[in-house]
């Protein structure tokens, strides 16, 4: 894949309310935790969160409606409470989306 993460995470940012339509008619939401390699991070919160459909969710709605907009090799990842599914230390996040709270939030899901 031939962006940065910055344009990755603005595109990604841009296009994921696309997704969230879907998420949002299950009692969900879908919150953008960063991007690194071409890979975006997420958490699907709400109703979805730790949802047994999660998966499915992430790869046949979110992944698919983010590929159609952005890049056909695009990947998503949830994370969730399994050990599986981590963020990375330097996943990038830019400075205007670092809000209160959401640093936490970010440290608590790199310790797993």
């Known amino acids: 894949m031939i962006f940065s993460d910055e344009d990755l995470y603005e595109a990604v940012k841009h296009y994921l309310p696309e997704a969230e339509e879907y ?16 890979i975006v991070y997420i958490e699907l919160a709400g109703a979805c969160g730790g949802c047994s459909m999660s998966l499915l969710t992430t790869k046949m709605v979110v992944q698919k409606i983010l590929r159609g907009y952005i890049h056909p090799e695009l990947n998503v990842l949830n994370i969730d409470k399994t050990g599986e599914n981590t963020l990375p230390e330097d996943v990038y996040i830019p400075k205007e989306d670092i809000k209160k709270g959401f640093m936490e ?7 797993g």
Do not use: R
Request: no cysteine; net charge positive; proline share 0%.
């Open 105 to 111: 939030k970010i440290k608590e899901k790199l310790k």
């Open 23 to 38: 998420v949002k008619s299950h009692g969900g939401k879908i919150e953008l935790l960063g991007v690194k390699d071409g």
